[in-house]
């Protein structure tokens, strides 16, 4: 297939684009010019939100794509240029959306991707949860033409490109792994009891890759997850274990700290999601276990740091 990757050196974007040369595909990315790309890329240089600039250098490849993946589209300006661009420009589209459309106040166990309650206020994670559900609208309401099109809903995502870290004040923290290892306890609200599925960003742009040529997906939303269900607190529980240290969690009541972060409600709530509808289609189940993924996780980020 040619694809191209709205982003490309961002944590999805650069494992859909390493996912896709491995396997033998074409592949396009379009990024501000400002990191380090997957080798092997034919990158495109435009910043999104200049949209006089993002369509001159999309209109500028005179071709079209079997599959246009947009990993950063955050607001309806971005989905409706998307639609504007690729209506005739792409074969199949998937839109990378979030679990935080649902309203955390209202969902079920699991939650389906077809009878939710949304977002519909709040500032934070939770506006950010409402501007991906009126992208996702504009994309099911809007004249697509010849392209087909997907949403995938990923709840948290991990893997090496990025830095550990699942719950408030702990995540995506830079320090985790040299605070655990220094011994100092963990602040989890809740107590880290809340459940979820985190999915390595690998298995995403697996699933992601799988929608390409598959016209069962086509017009469809579906949630993305790990196969693991697990409290919160065990995700730093395995990561505390890879590192061989103890962990100590300090609780903070969840009450409290949603009366001073209301905006961070998406976060406070179980996440759990049936994959079954990705496996009916014929699209790639994850698969990799939490312990599994967080390892390399963890392998990754050292690394790195020794690089540093």
């Known amino acids: 297939m040619d694809i191209l990757i709205i982003g490309g050196s961002g944590h999805v974007s650069g494992a859909t684009a390493r996912a896709a040369l491995a396997a033998g595909h074409r592949v396009w990315t379009v990024t501000r010019g400002k990191r380090e790309l997957v080798p092997g890329v034919v990158p495109l240089v435009a910043d999104r939100t200049d949209r006089a600039a993002f369509a001159a250098v999309i209109a500028g490849q005179q071709r079209s794509w079997d599959l246009v993946v947009d990993c950063i589209c955050f607001d309806l300006p971005d989905i409706e240029q998307d639609i504007a661009l690729f209506r005739d420009r792409a074969r199949q589209f998937v ?4 679990d935080f459309v649902y309203d955390p106040t209202r969902r079920t166990f699991p939650q389906s ?26 994309l099911a309401d809007g004249d697509t033409g010849g392209m087909g099109w997907t949403v995938l809903r990923p709840c948290h995502i991990y893997g090496p ?26 602040q989890l609200i809740g107590g880290g009891h809340h459940l979820q599925q985190p999915i390595l960003a ?53 009450d ?13 709530c179980h996440r759990i999601y049936d994959l079954a509808p990705l496996r009916a289609c014929g699209l790639h189940v994850p698969g990799t276990r939490l312990a599994d993924g967080l390892a390399q996780h963890v392998a990754g980020l050292l690394a790195r740091r020794a690089a540093e």
């Open 161 to 186: 490109t990025s830095e550990l870290g699942c719950l408030p004040l702990h995540g995506r923290d830079r320090n985790l792994i040299e605070n655990l290892r220094a011994g100092k306890p963990l």
């Open 256 to 268: 409290a700290y949603l009366a001073a972060n209301p905006g961070q409600a998406p976060f406070l």
């Open 95 to 98: 839109l990378i959306s979030s």
């Open 113 to 138: 991707a077809d009878a939710a309650c949304y977002v519909t206020e709040g500032e934070g994670s939770l506006a950010y949860g409402r501007k991906k559900r009126l992208c996702e609208c504009a």
């Open 202 to 254: 690998a298995d995403l742009a697996a699933t992601i890759l799988s929608v390409g040529g598959n016209g069962n997906a086509q017009g469809r939303i579906f949630n993305v997850a790990g196969p693991d269900i697990v409290e919160s607190w065990h995700y730093y529980r395995i990561i505390a274990d890879i590192l061989g240290v103890g962990l100590t969690v300090e609780e903070v009541p969840v």
